[in-house]
């Protein structure tokens, strides 16, 4: 899977989590100014636990990793 | 899929969760000087207009009927909310004046008067307060949580800030969702979501949790201590959670945080080695217009289970919390809950509270917690003067009769422990405080 399509899955499953439009969801945008919260977060998780089955939250995860759908995107790849 | 009834311009069908909340309500009648209510605080740096606020709120609340409305049953015994045409009661506002205002403590007893006073009746569902003087001010909204819940509120107050400001106010209600499904189908779905929530419950409640004593009397009222965290010391908090909870994480850290303090509390009231039950409320609205969902409960739980030995330290009482967070959320628990709930709306309220005692040895929890963290974008102005902070002054079931709830205003965060009185004492709160700020 590329860095694209990864990009675009989360982008698909962070507009289904947040109740937003995919093309608002803008890959440089800082998760936490697009109304995310604790919990909404960890629905993202369970989201990539179930689309790349990568439990994130066991890792050792820095803000860096997980800032936004770029930085996300490119964790995952090199998990992948 | 089933027949869908919808509700009409003037009743509104009760979600399960405004159910819960309405049972709550009637317990809460029962053992305490009035219902499941909370305040919302908005702190000014200068005085507002006493005339205008009255006029421009009795203006506003004419064109929301439905903060007048009452609890019925519809003919096929699904509650609902009767909304009366129009409003006509009028705005229940008091206005005090203090010679000095140098700080909250000024001006403290009418905000516990405030939120501890029984709404006049059933169709009164909101007050407001205003204490003024010495070029400082505070304006407090208390409401029935039937009607709104916290973000609702805070939003709410929001649209009322823009009513203030927009010049077509005949436009302000549009948007504004007053309607819902009876939700009488799907019961499989129902009946799946119940037994899941069983399961939890049954879980939950071994070992039985502990919580405080409630003390005797059933007039008892709320009290509340406010701590609000200046901009460096909420980035630090912040950081802190970061580093020690990971990235977003700030509700997991912040119920650790608080359960390691409440833990210091219970071994001082002599319990040795105590267990936590902690329901955790959670926003259940999209990011959309908070307009579609205004008024009613949006709201859901996840149950946090935290064993004695899980409270040695907080890197462990994080870890246990985030992962049974995770887990929660995996296995779909909040919609669970909130299908579950959907199952109690044929008991009776008087009913309700009794079912509500049978898990846990009648305990229900050890505390109650939330968080609201940056929510809808409220601009710090309101008619003129600037808003300094926003806090929530919420109260609790009883029992436990004891909450934490942490919500981020401009860069602050503010912490409001509320308890019913007897419960703790004052050295309590103050060991609760120092706990809280030596470990955020």
Redesign the interface.
Known sequence: MTKEEIEDKLRQGIASITSRDKSSIAVETPLHEMGIDSLSFVEILVFIEKSFNLRLIELDLTKKDLETVDALASFIAGKL | MGFVIPSSKHRRYLSGADWIINALDCMLKTVTCAGNMSQIVFMLDGEIDEPLLRSRLESFIRKFPVVEGRVSRDLNLTPLWKIPGKAVVGVNLDVHRVQAFSSLNDVFSFLENGVNRLFKDENEHLSFHLVQGGGRACFAMTFDHRLLDARGAESFLHLFRQFLTEGDESRIEEGVCLTAPACLSDWGRKFIAGRNLNRKIISLSKPTPDALPVPSGNDRAFRYKVVSFGADETAKIYDNA?NSA???????YLLAVTVQAVRGLFQRKGMAAPNYVVPVS??MR???DIRQELFFNHVSY?FFKVLAEETVDLKSTINTI??Q??DQ??SGM?ADVAEACLLTRIAPLSLMKKIFRIPFKGRIASFCFS?L??GPSMASGFMGAEITNIFHMPRVPVPPGLGFFFNYFNGRLTMVVSYIEGLIEDEDIQMLEERMRESL
């Open positions: 970061d990971g990235f977003m994480m700030e509700m997991p959670l926003d999209g990011s959309g996840l985030k992962q967070m995770y959320v995996k909040p968080y963290g940056k």
